[in-house]
């Protein structure tokens, strides 16, 4: 059975570094077509795709945010973590992470994490 | 990047009734390996995406065989032959052909 559970901070203030960790279980990041994304959903808006990472270690990032996103995984630890850098209010969001087989995205998806960015 | 526009953006259907819901994209989904990588997740009020269909047609696990999805290239349509209670919620389409991956700006459905 495939589980994914985000984990970070909730209140983030603006300009800084927001460190999110994706930790999952029933899959490895290592096999195969395997993959982890970042999804994100702002109070009452829609879905936004923000970053992919393979077994192979490919990423792919949205291009709109990839100047401040890194992605990154640790196979020992069954964790993907999402880095994002200069965080504002708008990136107020809730931030999921989703399973990806070879072409197949968001079978499974984390119960997500609310972050707020405030001073 | 390509844009996903869904219609309408409110779907009120009494229990019972079929709904319909559209997804046009702005590009061709139909990729190269031969297959249209146009999915359908429903959110619920305050849960997580939950996938329904992925490649325009195929149905996930345990979803109930009222859902179906249709279409081709930029056109798609997922219905729901008879709506229950449990079918309330936001049902969003998602492109998954090119890079970056987009999502529709999302249907609510509501009960009448």
């Known amino acids: 059975q495939i589980t994914l559970k985000e984990s970070g901070p909730t209140l983030v203030k603006p300009t800084q570094t927001l460190t999110l960790t994706c930790t999952f279980s029933g899959f490895s990041v290592s096999t195969m077509g395997m993959g982890v994304g970042w999804i994100r959903q702002p109070p009452g808006q829609a879905l936004e795709w923000l970053a992919v990472i393979y077994w192979d270690d490919d990423k792919r990032y949205s291009p709109s945010l990839k100047s401040r996103l890194t992605i990154t995984k640790d196979t020992s630890k069954n964790q993907v973590v999402l880095t994002m850098t200069n965080l504002d209010p708008v990136d107020t969001a809730t931030y999921y992470c989703?399973?990806?087989?070879?072409?197949?995205?968001?079978?499974?998806w984390g119960q997500g994490i609310l972050v707020t960015v405030s001073s | 990047d390509v844009v996903m526009t869904q219609s309408p953006l409110s779907l009120p259907v009494a229990l019972g009734q079929p709904a319909s819901i559209s997804c046009r994209s702005s590009q061709s989904l139909a990729f190269s390996d031969g297959n249209t990588h146009l999915t359908w997740f429903l959110q619920r009020p305050g849960q997580s995406p939950r996938r329904l269909i992925h490649?325009?047609?195929n149905r996930d696990s345990g979803v109930p065989d009222r859902f179906s999805g249709s279409g081709s290239d930029t056109d798609f349509t997922l219905e729901i032959s008879r709506v229950e209670p449990e079918d309330v919620g936001t049902y969003y389409c998602?492109?998954?052909?090119?890079?970056?991956?987009?999502f529709g700006g999302g249907t609510k459905v509501e009960i009448k």
């Open positions: 998602m492109q998954s052909t090119h890079w970056p991956l987009t």
């Open positions: 989703a399973h990806i087989a070879y072409s197949n995205f968001g079978d499974y």
């Open positions: 490649k325009v047609s």
